[in-house]
């Protein structure tokens, strides 16, 4: 787990360079976290090579709804 904690608990987006770079370094499975508010932020992580992510404050705001996100992210 990737911790942006820069970003943590802001609801701001999360750090997609940083996120990428690691993705296609590492050696186990990258799961992001740090600053997921949406939907479209956790398919821009998949995209860049994201095995998962951590929602935190997403889930606990409800600005993302977990039925849903697992739903579309076959969790």
Known sequence: ???A?????RMAGTDLP?????????AV???ASGGVATLDDL???AHRGAAGAGLG???YTGALDAR???EEFGA
């Open 1 to 3: 787990l990737v911790t």
């Open 5 to 9: 904690v820069q970003l943590e608990g």
């Open 18 to 26: 940083l996120m990428e770079e690691l993705a296609a370094e590492a």
């Open 29 to 31: 499975p990258l799961l």
């Open 43 to 45: 398919r821009a992580l």
């Open 57 to 59: 404050m997403a889930l």
């Open 68 to 70: 849903h996100t697992a």
